[in-house]
């Protein structure tokens, strides 16, 4: 198969997959990923490319990657078969103008698949860097992109070295160069209507691997732990051929014990799960470039109980309400910190305590966008908080509720939610539902 439609592969992944339903997807083969993935890179090249240089006000852009230093942003732009830049790497981008439009090439000993032609006989002229002089000299552009920030890795990716490099083969056009984190960032955090025809798709393996973890079919209390739980985790990731892009994690807050202050996320890595125990996951996994950062909360049940705990089911409801006064203050142009400002006052307003700590999604697990908040600090951030909010964003919405539990004296209890959603500019949506009820183990409520 040469090509897979984004209806085929949503269609190949897609299940239903809520709390309570722990049902395995099943996923395309690595062959019709890659075949999906490089065309999802081209849409982004042919469309988003051209509209943010446009933005900026910049007629070239040059990103410089050497192999395994690569540019986050050229990273993102390779085929699905390259797992790096190959030797050095140039990239070019020159906009001719809406009609002819941007010119895409690589200065580079071989083409970038089919996605950027080879612009470089390294047998008819050595020096790399004279050819990346000869072909901006023969387009003259009058301002000339490159990658450094103060603020953000993702637009920070032309090294020190190579920058050196392109300063003195450029000689005076080294002037022209000039330094947007918009642009950058524009071209990760923007996702396309190719992206978001699969986004669900791939969203939904973690919403089904998730709750089959947390379930009796995993977590025998008494005897699992929560690195059994991590390990099984990374076993399905590898069986699906996900990219986990993070150590999964399993942690446990617990009413009592010995050592334990209620309520507190203080047990050792390796604690072995008992009943009564509130479970959360932290869940990083992708495919085709795209990637998901899912948090989910279990109970598991005690001899005799049919359900969670009045204050435990009161403290989710109150993450629930955190998240939709977050949503609810999204607005295209508000800054990372005039959101988490407004969206704090509203879900203090609605009588929650809320820590708020979201960033967006999408190429990047933490990817390319504003802060909106970090679990440490709930001020406004210098830098990183000031970026605005644009359209056709993708957002990993990373929260806590912190709630007082009267089934555990009192204890105030951390319930931490995480779930990717959408932003088109005018409204907000999860890309493929939220959790609202904890989940029981076991299921049964048996």
Known sequence: MKNLSAALLLAAVSTTAS????QRPAVPALRDRAAAQDGLVRARLDTVVPKIMREVGVDMWVLVASEYDEDPVVKAMLPATWASARRRMVLIFFDRGPEKGVERLAVARYPVGDLFPAAWDPEAQPEQWGRVAQ?????????IAINISNDFALANGLSAGEHRQLLTALGPMASRL????RLALGVLETRTPEDMAVYQGIMRVAHALIPEGLSEKVITPGVTTTQDVVWWYRERLADLRQDAWCQPSVTVQRASGPGIVPGRQTLP????ILPGDLLHVDFCAGMLGLKTDTQMLAYVLKPGESDAPAGLKAG???A???QDALVSSFKTGATGNETLMAARAKAIAAGTNPIIYTHSIGTHGHGAGPWIGSWENQNPIAGRGEYRIYPDTAWSIELAALANVPEWSGAQVRFPLEVDGFW???SFRWIDGRQTQLMLIPRSGK
């Open 269 to 272: 890595d390796n604690t072995v």
């Open 320 to 322: 629930n309400k955190v």
């Open 316 to 318: 989710m409801a109150a």
């Open 178 to 181: 000039e330094s947007h984190d």
């Open 19 to 22: 709390a309570q339903d722990y």
């Open 424 to 426: 088109n500019g005018n």
């Open 135 to 143: 072909l901006i000299a023969e387009r003259s552009p009058k301002r």
